[in-house]
C-alpha cells in the first residue's frame, strides 16, 4: 500500500477511540504481514486504526463492532483515510452479530480484538476459524491478558496454525493446510493444545469408580497381577501382556493402556481379558509413530456389568469405524479397588 496513506493513519490513531490504538510497532506488523497477500475477503471485532488499513488492503472487509461510547464506528465511518465501498460495519456485541452472520465467502485475514472477558475471544474465535483459507493470516491481539493468552497458547499448539510472529502483544499466525477441525463435533484429543494433560488430576480414584458394588469391600493385594512386561521394561510398538487375577463372578477384567500423561484410557484386546487357571493374557498396542520413546501405562482391573457393556460397545465402534477415542473414566473416592498398574517405555 502506499506509505504515505500508511504514515497518515499512524497519525490519526490515536484518535480515532477512546480505547487507545495499536503501539506503532504492531500496526507496521498488521501492514507488513497484511501487504504481503492477496486479501479478497477479510473480518475483524473491534473498529479502529486496522479498518482504515484493512480498507487500503482488502477488497471486501467486514468489521464486527459495538461502540460502547468509545467513538471508534463513528470516527472511522466520518474517516478521509477510509477507502469507500470496501468495509461493512455489523454493529453490536460480536457475542449476538457474530453467531447470526453468514459468511458467503472465505477469508484471507482475520483479526481478533473484540471484547476479552471470558469466554468472548473464543466465541469470536470459533465462528470465525472455520471461515479461513489455508494460508490465511488470524491476528491475535492484546495476548498479555489472561483471557486472550490461553486462547494464543492453543492457537500456537494447533496443527491449523503456524505461529509467524509475536510483535509486543499481538501475535500472527498463517492457517496451515490441517483439515478443519469439526465445529459441531468433539476430538478433544486429536488438538495439539490436548496432547499433554494436566497430571495433578490423579486418574486412580477414577479407576476406583469402576469397581462393582458388590466389590467394594477391602480385597487382598494380588487378586490382580502383571507379570509380564517388569516395571519400567522397554517394549515395542505391540505385543503380549500377561498376568495373573483372582476371578470374581459378576465382574469382567478389562485391560487398558494409555501414553503417560494423557487424560483418558485405551481398552485393549477387542473385549474382556479371559481368566484361566488364575493366568490371563493379552496382545496390546502402545499407540502410533509419534509415541515412539514415550513412556505408557497399563491398567487391569475388574469392572461391573454396565462398564462392561459401555467398552463392550467401544469396541465394536472401533471395528465399524477405524475411530480410536479415548475411554473417560468417571470419579469416585473408594479406599480399595480391584486394579493393578505398570509403567513401560516405549523403543524408539
Known amino acids: ?21 495499536f503501539p506503532e510497532p504492531v ?14 475477503y477479510s473480518a475483524e471485532t473491534g ?8 480498507s487500503h488492503l482488502s477488497h471486501a472487509h467486514t468489521v464486527f463492532a459495538f461502540d460502547g461510547g468509545s467513538n471508534s464506528i463513528v470516527n472511522v465511518r466520518e474517516s478521509s483515510l477510509l477507502l469507500p465501498g470496501v468495509v461493512t460495519f455489523v454493529e453490536g456485541p460480536t457475542q449476538s452479530t457474530l453467531p447470526r452472520h453468514r459468511f458467503a465467502d472465505k477469508l484471507q485475514l482475520v483479526l481478533i480484538d473484540g471484547p476479552h472477558g471470558y469466554p468472548f475471544p473464543d466465541l469470536e474465535y470459533y465462528y470465525l476459524y472455520p471461515q479461513l483459507d489455508p494460508g490465511a493470516l488470524l491476528i491475535l491481539d492484546d495476548i498479555h491478558i489472561p483471557t486472550v493468552n490461553n486462547l494464543f497458547r492453543f492457537l500456537s499448539a494447533d ?49 476406583r469408580a469402576l469397581v462393582p458394588s458388590t466389590l467394594r469391600r477391602p480385597i487382598s493385594k494380588g487378586s490382580i497381577r502383571i507379570t509380564s512386561p517388569a516395571t519400567g521394561a522397554t517394549v515395542s510398538a505391540s505385543g503380549p501382556v500377561e498376568g495373573t487375577a483372582v476371578d470374581m463372578p459378576g465382574a469382567h477384567l478389562w485391560i487398558l493402556v494409555r501414553r503417560k500423561g494423557v487424560d483418558g484410557w485405551w481398552p485393549q484386546g477387542a473385549g474382556p481379558a479371559t481368566i484361566t487357571n488364575s493366568r490371563w493374557s493379552i496382545a496390546v498396542n502402545y499407540g502410533g ?21 459401555l467398552w463392550s460397545k467401544w469396541v465394536a465402534r472401533v471395528a465399524e469405524t477405524g475411530l480410536y477415542p479415548p475411554v473417560s473414566l468417571p470419579l469416585a473416592k473408594y479406599t480399595k479397588a480391584t486394579s493393578e498398574t505398570r509403567t513401560f517405555r516405549r523403543r524408539e
Request: net charge negative.
Open 159 to 207: 496443527a491449523m496454525f503456524h505461529l509467524d510472529e509475536v510483535v509486543q502483544n499481538a501475535a500472527f499466525f498463517t492457517r496451515t493446510s490441517a483439515p478443519v477441525f469439526d465445529p459441531l463435533g468433539d476430538g478433544w484429543w486429536e488438538q495439539g493444545y490436548n496432547k499433554k494433560t494436566l497430571g495433578k488430576y490423579a486418574w486412580r480414584d477414577r479407576v
Open 289 to 309: 509413530p509419534d509415541d515412539a520413546g514415550h513412556e505408557f501405562e497399563i491398567a487391569a482391573l475388574f469392572v461391573g456389568e454396565e462398564i462392561h457393556e
Open 27 to 40: 500496526f507496521r506488523a498488521i501492514a507488513r504481514h497484511a501487504g504481503s497477500r492477496e486479501i479478497r
Open 47 to 54: 473498529s479502529g486504526a486496522s479498518t482504515l488499513l484493512f
Open 1 to 21: 500500500m502506499d506509505a504515505a496513506v500508511l504514515e497518515s493513519i499512524l497519525k490519526v490513531a490515536p484518535n480515532l477511540h477512546t480505547a487507545g490504538a
